[in-house]
């Protein structure tokens, strides 16, 4: 360790103002605070300190993706093996497929938006944000396994820019970045995010075996739709159980049911992650599904069970690691209510008023994360309320 | 009469060095010093000269926006320096004590049940008893002019490591009911004596005309503040005057002998103190003469006050003017590989992504080092779990920082001073420094008020 210590502390100088380098200032910082928590003191007010901090809370954020990482390498390799051979690979083949794949995705959205994120820092003189560091896995897991990584590149720039970085950075923007960059590609490249050839990594000129379909649960649910079938005609050709256990065609880390909810165990036991969001989404797409269920109206969505809407699609996936980014997220407790339950009931309605709409949930947060100031508005307002009724009083 | 409170929000910091409840003795120290900058935006105007002899309850400097105010000097002999810090402003003012009995301004108070108010008043601003007592809104020294709604006490002090007043103000049972009968004459909605349900309260059990209530539950339930808040919240143009048990006792010492008397019983504590234990002294002690030797160690911070919310003050500084304790721990100047992952030893948390330090530790051994950098505001939901006030803590900081006057007085601005977000500031994942971002809230309410 002061080996360790002693190299940074010679290095520090070559970073510092004046020094060779000073214009890699910040992201010396950002590598040194990492290695090191710094020995600074407390100056003003309380003179001891809680022992979390920013880095600490989004380890954790990535600690509880890891799951969905490693069930979306191993269903990559896995979606491949049965669309080229029909049959399933050995464990250990399908995650190295899966790893070939998406490891680049991965490195390409951390290089992409960790280079900016850095750029933005050094020019207003700002430490590095941990921010990204979440952001940055959030790409890739909701990237289908074809995308090509120019486009993540393209996105990640653009949600960091446009998304984050003209609002002020981390902490300051309206939208969820991860969101953002998925929404770029959906509006600029739609061929590339939707449809039934991109679930799939395939390798190109390579064959499918006969009777493979490249089609997810909503986008059967899409075509059922437009063909007017009904529920009872056996639309979905996963069963309910693959679907929640996610050895499914869909996003890289949205499939699996399971590793979602064991990341919402990690968040909500650590107390990152907010329950009462991830809850109340929940009950939103619960109680959606329900109103449509009993409305009476016929139609391959209607009638769903409601609680397959909770495990089709990227649900989960954005419930519990969408919704809760604290930051477009409402920020007052009555408001999380109030936004997740949204945010719930607008996936399903988009769902299904919409089928030929990819996926509901990223429209549905991306639109409350729009609306979400203006929920807690109203939240304070009521506090307001309270304290100027207790003066007529 | 009075209500049972139940706090359920807050926590209790468990740290090192709690002290016995042996109370020592302490070979007198020989300076003693008044510091202008306890008080929020006082301007001190002199009324001594560096040299002149001073007897206890003689007036040092009073305030130059109202000059009826004044500080008087806690030890009789001479005044050895006055110490100027940046653009001369003053300091210290500091008093080489006699070394034999002290010799004490005489007071009329005999006949202080007869007295009116403004005799009272005149008593207590000229005996320099009446900084003693805060006014909310804005956490100021209370203004001469104003008859306030009501007056509140809390009977204990749940910070850190904070003394047990039933420990420390023993013995003054008759001083304290004096006390509360004097301010009880000063408000027209009365006096509010908060309690703790579980402690023993029998240093209060003469004190009449007053409403007790009782508080149960984590810090910050002891915090006047919260209390007011629970009991009877500040509304715009109200005015709440606070004070100190112990306080309360220096004023029933004035009106039962006419003479000042600011000897208190404090605590020194915390994981650097050699002998955490209770200390008799004086208002202004030097902590020279409180610790001589008591330091475990070199690299400590020294506070007057508590962790949340005390002044950093040098080892060859003096006791702050309203507090009883004095806290040592170490300095946290020291890198840590990796830290925020891999935390090398406990530390206090209200996050459970620290479990190990949360539960199988019992007390911990806190330094100063904020454990990560400051960051912009990301998480939320923190702050409300440490603040039992029907305020939203972090929309309040945010029209702070913004400077929008109009929504910190909607958001519950009077209600609060800096030690009742000193919680908010500690479990902070952003290292916000709350109190100071407060503190000009504050400041920039009372200039346009």
């Known amino acids: 360790m002061k080996f360790l210590r002693d190299q940074i502390d010679k290095l520090k100088p070559t970073f510092s103002e004046g020094g060779k380098l000073s214009f890699l200032h910040s992201t010396f910082d950002a590598f040194e605070t990492f290695l090191f928590v710094p020995n600074h003191t407390t100056q003003s007010g309380s003179h001891i300190r809680d022992g979390i901090d920013l880095k600490r809370t989004m380890f954790i954020v990535i600690i509880a993706m890891l799951p969905a990482l490693m069930f979306g390498l191993w269903n990559v390799g896995h979606q491949q093996s049965l669309a080229l051979t029909g049959t399933d690979g050995s464990l250990w083949d399908n995650f190295f497929v ?14 992409v938006g960790l280079g900016i994120e850095m750029g933005f820092a050094q020019f207003r003189g700002h430490p590095v944000n941990e921010g990204f560091l979440v952001t940055g896995m959030l790409i890739p897991l909701c990237m289908p396994p074809d995308v090509p990584l120019w486009m993540v590149g393209l996105a990640t720039a653009f949600s960091v820019v446009i998304g984050k970085e003209v609002f002020g950075g981390t902490g300051m923007n309206l939208l969820n970045p991860a969101l953002t960059a998925r929404m770029f590609l959906y509006i600029g490249y739609p061929s590339s995010m939707s449809g039934d050839s991109v679930w799939t990594f395939l390798p190109e000129g390579s064959k499918t075996v006969d009777g493979y379909s490249g089609a997810t649960n909503l986008g059967e649910l899409a075509s059922a739709t437009a063909e007017g079938k009904s529920w009872s005609d056996d639309i979905l050709s996963a069963s309910i159980m693959d679907s929640f256990w996610g050895n499914i065609q869909g996003s890289i880390g949205e499939t699996s049911v399971v590793a979602c909810l064991i990341g919402a ?15 109340s989404t929940i009950l939103g797409g619960l109680f959606m599904g329900w109103i449509f269920n009993i409305s009476g109206a016929d139609g391959a969505y209607m009638d769903m069970p409601a609680y397959y809407h909770l495990i089709i699609g990227g649900f989960m996936f954005g419930a519990i690691f969408m919704t809760t980014d604290p930051v477009s997220a409402a920020q007052t407790e009555k408001g999380k209510w109030i936004y997740g339950f949204l945010i719930g009931v607008l996936t399903v309605l988009i769902r299904v008023f919409n089928p030929g709409y990819p996926e509901g949930i990223m429209m549905a947060i991306l639109l409350m994360n729009v609306f979400a100031p203006l929920i807690d508005y109203y939240v304070v307002q009521s506090n307001i309320k309270t304290r100027l009724n207790r003066v007529k009083v | 009469m009075g209500k049972n409170v139940k706090i359920k929000r807050g926590m209790d910091i468990p740290l090192e060095g ?10 007198s120290s020989t300076t003693f010093a008044i510091k202008p900058n306890d008080f929020k935006g006082l301007i001190p105007k002199l009324r001594i000269k560096q040299g002149e002899e001073v007897k206890v309850g003689d007036c040092l400097f009073t305030d130059k926006k109202n000059d009826k105010i004044c500080f008087t000097s806690p030890v009789s002999g001479e005044v050895a320096e006055i110490v100027r810090g940046e653009r001369r402003a003053i300091t210290a003012i500091k008093i080489l004590a006699d070394l034999a009995e002290y010799k004490c301004k005489e007071f009329d108070t005999q006949n202080y049940s007869t007295n009116n108010v403004d005799e009272i008043k005149a008593i207590l601003l000229e005996s320099g008893l009446w900084p003693f007592i805060t006014q909310r809104p804005y956490g100021v020294i209370a203004d001469t002019e104003v008859t306030p709604k009501s007056i509140f006490v809390s009977g204990f002090d749940s910070s850190p490591l904070a003394a047990d007043l039933g420990v420390s103000l023993r013995g003054k049972e008759s001083q304290l009911e004096t006390g509360f009968k004097i301010l009880n004459m000063l408000s027209e909605g009365g006096v509010y004596l908060n309690l703790h349900a579980k402690k023993d309260n029998t240093i209060y059990q003469n004190i009449k005309d007053v409403k007790v209530s009782y508080f149960d539950g984590p810090h910050p339930s002891g915090l006047v503040g919260v209390q007011i808040n629970n009991l009877d919240p500040i509304n715009k143009g109200d005015v709440v005057w606070t004070i100190k048990p112990q306080h309360v006792a220096f004023i029933g010492k004035l009106f039962e002998t006419g003479k000042l008397d600011f000897e208190q019983n404090i605590v020194i504590a915390g994981s650097e103190v050699k002998e955490p234990a ?13 610790m001589n030797d008591n330091y475990k160690s070199e690299n400590v911070r020294v506070i007057s006050g508590n962790v949340l919310t005390g002044t950093k003050i040098e080892k060859d500084g003096y006791l702050s003017f309203f507090d009883n304790q004095v806290t040592v721990i170490p300095e ?11 935390p090398s030893y406990a530390r ?7 479990p190990i330090s949360k539960y199988l530790k019992k007390t911990f051994n806190v330094n100063t080092n904020p454990h990560g950098e400051p960051r912009a505001y990301v998480v939320t939901g923190q702050y409300e779990k440490v603040l039992p006030m029907d305020i939203m803590p972090q929309q309040l900081i945010k029209a702070v920082m913004a400077k929008d006057l109009e929504l910190m007085e909607n958001l519950g601005i009077y209600e609060v001073i800096e030690e009742d977000v000193a919680l908010c500031e500690f479990v902070c994942t952003s290292k916000i420094n709350v109190q100071q971002v407060l503190s000009e809230g504050l400041e920039l309410m009372a200039e346009e008020s």
């Open chain 1, 98 to 111: 899966g790893l070939i794949q998406t490891l680049p995705i991965i490195i390409v959205s951390y290089g």
């Open chain 1, 265 to 279: 165990v990690i968040l909500i036991s650590a107390g990152v992650g907010s329950w009462k969001i991830m809850l």
């Open chain 2, 18 to 27: 709690k002290p016995s409840t042996h109370i020592h003795a302490i070979s």
């Open chain 2, 278 to 290: 209770y200390y008799t002294t004086r208002l202004g002690a030097s902590v020279h003469s409180l």
């Open chain 2, 332 to 342: 946290g100047n020291q890198y840590e590989l990796l830290g925020w992952l891999f």
């Open chain 2, 348 to 354: 206090p948390t209200l996050s459970p992504s620290l």
